[in-house]
T-cell receptor
Framework: NAGVTQTPKFQVLKTGQSMTLQCAQD?????MSWYRQDPGMGLRLIHY???????DQGEVPNGYNVSRSTTEDFPLRLLSAAPSQTSVYFC?????????????????FGEGSRLTVL | GDSVTQMEGPVTLSEEAFLTINCTYT??????LFWYVQYPGEGLQLLLK?????DKGSNKGFEATYRKETTSFHLEKGSVQVSDSAVYFC???????????FGTGTSLTVIP
């Protein structure tokens, strides 16, 4: 079972360069999201999507773009990398939350992508 | 706003010691509560969850009880093993938004 697949696992960029982190899931999950993990700050939500063609901002969206053209894929784009974007990035997916209720399902995470911006 | 507060780490224990990692939350409405675990070099995976007050989640010897009166969801294990060494994250979800809120994580190291 592939689950959630992220590529690349490691990347080094220079300030001002652009790149795309890829995320794909094979579980037919409607919900997909991107988090960044920084020491002492836990996981912070960057962007999320509740289905193809629908995206929304999370807690820390500045400097990142997303799109959702298919159910399977949810790429994260860094338009002009900055040292502050040095982090570990995680993609996660889940079934849609029930209407009007709190989420009870599980988030499935990829293995992470470690990005260093010099 | 909605948030989760975890005890600071790192935590170092000897094998077979008792583990408690504290977690308290602030939430609008009635949240669901989760513990996720991250082993070295891996993504997070669900350890256990509880979806309503007084529920107890359990898995792999770990337990946590959803306490609405104290807004807490403390993680416990009676006898830790070296293989439990990992980072543990408390998290919540609420019905008002499409996101989870994670704590800062608590690093646990178990020594033989």
């Amino acid at each position: 079972n592939a689950g959630v697949t992220q590529t690349p696992k490691f990347q080094v960029l220079k300030t001002g360069q652009s790149m795309t982190l890829q995320c794909a899931q094979d579980m037919n999950h409607e919900y997909m999201s991107w988090y960044r993990q920084d020491p002492g700050m836990g996981l912070r939500l960057i962007h999320y999507s509740v289905g193809a063609g629908i995206t929304d901002q999370g807690e820390v969206p500045n400097g990142y773009n997303v799109s959702r053209s298919t159910t399977e894929d949810f790429p994260l784009r860094l338009l002009s990398a900055a040292p502050s974007q040095t982090s570990v990035y995680f993609c996660a997916s889940s079934l849609q939350p029930p209407s009007g209720g709190a989420w009870t399902g599980e988030l499935f995470f990829g293995e992470g992508s470690r990005l260093t911006v010099l | 706003g909605d948030s989760v507060t975890q005890m600071e780490g790192p935590v170092t224990l000897s094998e077979e010691a008792f583990l408690t990692i504290n977690c308290t939350y602030t939430a609008t409405g009635y949240p669901s509560l989760f513990w996720y675990v991250q082993y070295p070099g891996e993504g997070l995976q669900l350890l256990l969850k509880a979806t309503k007050a007084d529920d107890k989640g359990s898995n792999k010897g770990f337990e946590a009880t959803y306490r609405k009166e104290t807004t807490s969801f403390h993680l416990e294990k009676g006898s830790v093993q070296v293989s439990d060494s990992a980072v543990y994250f408390c998290a919540l979800s609420v019905h008002t938004g499409n996101q989870f809120y994670f704590g800062t994580g608590t690093s646990l190291t178990v020594i033989p």
